[in-house]
């Protein structure tokens, strides 16, 4: 069972730190961790992708919510939330390749934003799955370097 968590945390030095240590120190897997500043500088959301049984998620939602430095901290499932992660993909090409490239950016949705004589880069904002799938349909082409932004997520809108 997969379960996101987004913790808004104050905007201070260590915070991040803390809460890496509170998954380490229970042996709680992290999948994926993307950090930024709110809309507020003072505050950062925290977005941590995790698995584990239901006892095991619960558990890290009470743990969460005991550290001083957490403001508050939403949980969803896949289903409840809109995730989306960023992939830049630098892939090597020659004549006979850029074809097929080209033809897998059509079909994920993937852009090229930069290239030279050997070299283009990828990216892709999607769900986690089709970053995987374009990650391996490049594989046989020649992946150069992956860098990954890790999972982002937002409960799917709700009329108030």
């Excluded at 969460?64 to 939330?81: A, H, M, P, R, W």
């Excluded at 004549?95 to 090229?112: H, P, Q, Y």
């Excluded at 970053?131 to 009329?159: N, S, Y």
């Amino acid at each position: 069972m997969k379960r996101i968590y987004s913790v808004l945390v104050e905007n201070r030095f260590g915070v991040l730190s803390k809460v890496a240590s509170l998954f380490a120190r229970r042996s709680f897997n992290i999948a994926s961790l993307a950090v930024g500043e709110t809309e507020d500088p003072s505050i950062s959301c925290m977005t941590i992708s995790s698995s584990g049984d239901e006892r095991t998620l619960n558990q890290i939602e009470k743990q969460l919510n005991k550290k001083l430095d957490v403001i508050k901290v939403k949980t969803f499932s896949e289903e409840e939330s809109i995730p989306r992660e960023l992939v830049l993909i630098k892939v090597r090409y020659n004549r006979n390749t850029r074809k097929d490239i080209l033809e897998i950016c059509d079909t994920v949705g993937a852009k090229i934003v930069d290239i030279s004589k050997r070299q283009m880069m990828l990216q892709l904002c999607e769900i986690p799955e089709r970053i995987q799938l374009l990650i391996h349909m490049l594989q046989p082409i020649g992946i150069v370097e992956v860098a990954r932004t890790g999972t982002l997520a937002l409960a799917k809108c709700m009329d108030d």
